[in-house]
């Protein structure tokens, strides 16, 4: 089974590249982030066409998740249980389901946290978490399970391009990085891909001052698997060539096959 996560900022617009991509790339289950449209706008019908379905958690705003399967979704769960809200609203950051009957999948939107101090870190804490609640069970299973997306954090030093350009900043603090060594004390593993160029697998680069070609990246699309998945991974690599051209979305699939 080959499955994947990838931070589409937006679906609408990427739709013609998603498309393209699982074509050409023969993913069996891709978790999606940033879809940045209504679960009505959502393009089921094109998806079918190619012989997928999906499960999506969307309100057509800045958020938004889904799961596009060829082999089957089934106990879908919307939301993370437990989850806070921000400014009384229940974000769409959350969605999950077995796929093919053999793995269990999260495709999950961690926010962004804007920076240290702001009511939106003290809430990306608080996702964090409620995740690691949600999840523990899970982990703990013999099912294969794992918890793909975006999670806005790189968790150690070298999966930034430099470390001096984030100082004082989200993504990199103590805090949030202890809360991804709290979900990996749950009993998961970073499933850390490989590199297609260079030495290290960022999975994200800005739009902003050349920062792809510069390769100015950061490694915060993470999979996040338990013990069951990550002995089934036989390969694990970042698909550089999706964040290349026209029209591309500022983040790249990660990919992952396992032997199920």
Not at 27 to 47: A, G, I, W
Not at 164 to 175: K, R
Request: some cysteine.
């Amino acid at each position: 089974m080959r499955i994947a996560t990838w931070n589409i900022n937006s679906i609408t617009a990427r739709l013609p590249r998603l498309l393209g991509w699982l074509e050409s790339s023969g993913t069996d289950v891709v978790c999606v982030q940033e879809t940045k449209c209504s679960d009505e706008q959502f393009p089921y019908d094109e998806l079918r066409e190619l012989g997928y379905e999906a499960a999506v958690n969307a309100d057509g705003r800045w958020n938004g998740v889904a799961l596009i399967s060829r082999v089957g979704l089934a106990d879908v769960v919307k939301g993370l249980p437990g989850g806070p809200a921000y400014e009384g609203v229940q974000e769409p950051r959350a969605v999950s389901a077995t796929c093919g009957g053999k793995v269990r999948l999260w495709s999950v939107y961690v926010p962004n946290g804007r920076e240290v101090g702001h009511p939106h870190y003290a809430y990306k804490l608080q996702w964090f978490e409620a995740l690691r609640a949600a999840v523990a069970d899970n982990a703990a299973g013999e099912l294969p399970f794992a918890v793909l997306g975006d999670y806005n954090v790189a968790p150690a030093d070298e999966d930034v391009w430099d470390l001096s350009a984030f100082e004082g900043q989200t993504h990199v603090t103590a805090p949030e990085r202890e809360a991804l060594a709290a979900l990996r004390g749950t009993g998961l593993t970073d499933v850390v891909p490989r590199p297609l160029k260079y030495d290290h697998p960022f999975t994200y680069w800005d739009y902003r001052q050349l920062g792809f070609p510069k390769n100015r990246g950061m490694r915060i699309d993470l999979v996040y698997g338990n013990g069951p998945f990550a002995k089934a991974v036989s390969d694990a690599y970042v698909d550089r060539e999706e964040r290349k051209g026209k029209g591309a979305s500022d983040h790249a699939p990660v990919v992952v096959d396992l032997d199920v």
